[in-house]
């Protein structure tokens, strides 16, 4: 495939416009960008609308256009997991983040290791949530930086060759530069533009593809029976049922401790509009549902799996190219182009704000209190936007050097590693119940058997099987590390509390975490 002059022209012209944005945000309720509260956090003011849209940006992301219907398309119903895993999330989300808002909001906290820091007086623990938050971001953007890859190979660029990765670089760069200069007022204005170019793409999607594949019907009667439906559960095996409910109450156990979500939460400028922001987004949920049956689409359109000129992308991208295919072979040049800038701005946003919170906590969490103690707020500041570009390329690493089948393996990865938090910052929310030394041990084990067991998978696939007597049981690695995390974490902290003064102070009290009646 070669660059058509008027999409290219329609795609650099939409990236433009969200690029001129990203930059003017610095006069989006002017402040001063040399605090890391102004730069990392927007200075906590994003109201109602901002803080939907953040949140949005932040959560509905390539993962929805490119990695969830890829798997769809790759496996069937299994990767409907997707749907219910959002839908349990926000009301989970309801009943935790805004006591998480309240206590930083009333401290000063700006990341969750600050937080645990307060809570359990650990240096060690803060360190290790910091250190894991970071770790489970870069996946997490790699997804994102897959998701703009197979965009712009379908715009025609080069697969291979020198120039092969250019527009890749030159669009991070980009990202990069407004992302500095603008910290997270830049993604938090880009994504109404976002917002509103999936809508208008998910809404064409499930109406003018299926006109041109005889609609509905037939297009779930070219989906082969076994991708229709989970495969029956039998004597010796749940099959993918259990697979499917652990990756779906895994994820949504995960989601809200990815550091990228708690900054949109930290951002907004009272809990009421958390409340209410937990209330409406499941509406996000809806497009995602919609967006999911693209798999399905892919499936049943000859003429995007048969087409000549796309064989080598699919050959590079397996069956993460299948969305960009059927909006190439089903909508007019010119509107696939604004498709396409609708999956590459849902990429670039989600990124930017990924990078600006790992940047908040290598920074409030790691440089002030290991490096530089003394630190200054613009000392804070300079260092965040200089790490957060490192972070990006970090997350190359990822794209590079880890083997995926499914881009939404990586999402997958990063839910092993950050559920590990879910004891000390999700449980820290409601008890100080916890022994710190106990939540490092529990940590530990969490992190090495999720890990290790993402190994012997050889890293393409996040569930692993259980056998329980004859019985063989699909789970999510995510599910079975967390809980040896909590048996661990419980445990522990039973033995260590005979030793009352192993236990860290907690500077905080039940008023800080009291978030009143606002609504």
């Known amino acids: 495939m070669k660059p058509a002059p008027l999409p290219l022209l329609i795609f650099i012209g939409l990236f433009a ?114 250190l894991t938050g970071i770790l489970a971001t870069l996946p997490y953007i790699a997804l994102q930086l897959i998701g703009l890859e197979v965009v712009l190979a379908a715009l025609g660029f080069p697969l291979h060759g020198p120039w092969a990765d250019f527009p890749l670089i030159v669009a991070f760069g980009f990202l990069a530069a407004y992302t500095f200069t603008s910290g997270l007022r830049a993604p938090a204005l880009i994504a109404v533009i976002k917002d509103a170019l999936i809508y208008i793409t998910a809404l064409a999607c499930i109406v003018i593809i299926p006109l041109h594949l005889g609609g509905y019907g037939k297009i779930f009667a070219a989906v082969p029976p076994d991708r229709l439906l989970l495969a029956t559960p039998t004597a010796d095996s749940l099959g993918p049922d259990s697979a499917f409910i652990t990756l779906a109450l895994g994820s949504a156990l995960a989601l809200f401790l990815y550091p990228h979500a708690t900054t949109g939460v930290l951002a907004a400028e009272n809990p009421g509009v958390i409340r209410r922001n937990m209330t409406y987004l499941p509406a996000y949920s809806f497009i995602l549902g919609l967006l999911s049956f693209l798999g399905f689409m892919a499936m049943a359109d000859r003429r995007a799996l048969s087409t000549a000129a796309f064989a080598p992308a699919f050959h590079r991208y397996g069956t993460n190219f299948a969305v960009p295919a059927l909006l190439l072979t089903n ?183 009291d978030t009143g009646s606002a609504i």
């Open 17 to 130: 416009l969200v690029t001129v944005l990203g930059f003017l945000a610095t006069r989006w309720r002017a402040a001063p960008l040399n605090r890391l509260e102004e730069w990392g956090l927007a200075g906590r003011r994003l109201g109602g609308w901002l803080t939907w849209f953040l949140l949005g940006g932040d959560l509905y992301t390539a993962y929805t256009f490119i990695a969830v219907p890829a798997l769809i398309f790759g496996t069937g119903a299994l990767g409907y997991f997707a749907l219910p895993y959002t839908i349990i999330a926000f009301p989970l989300a309801l009943i935790a983040l805004p006591r998480l808002w309240q206590v930083s909001r009333r401290q000063g906290y700006v990341t969750t290791a600050d937080f645990v820091q307060g809570r359990y007086g650990s240096r060690t623990l803060t360190l290790l949530v910091a």
């Open 331 to 513: 909508f007019p040049s010119w509107f696939a182009a604004v498709a396409l800038a609708a999956i590459a701005i849902g990429a670039l946003v989600p990124a930017a704000i990924m990078s600006i919170a790992a940047a908040n906590l290598f920074t409030r969490n790691l440089y002030r209190p290991f490096v530089n103690p003394g630190a200054t707020p613009a000392t804070e500041a300079r260092v965040a936007k200089w790490s957060s570009l490192l972070i990006k390329t970090g997350a190359l690493f990822f794209v590079l050097t880890i083997p995926f089948h499914y881009a939404i393996d990586f999402q997958l990865l990063g839910g092993i590693w950050i559920i590990q938090l879910l004891p000390s910052v999700a449980a820290g929310l409601y008890t100080g119940w916890f022994h710190r030394w106990a939540l490092i041990a529990g940590w530990g084990l969490g992190m090495v058997a999720g890990t290790g067991l993402m190994m012997v998978n050889h890293f393409t696939s996040a569930v692993t099987i259980l056998h329980w007597g004859r019985e063989s049981i699909p789970v999510y690695i995510a599910v079975v590390a967390v809980l040896l995390n909590f048996f661990v974490s419980i445990v522990g902290t039973l033995l260590l509390s005979i030793w009352p003064a192993t236990r860290g102070v907690d500077q905080t009290t039940s008023v800080d975490y």
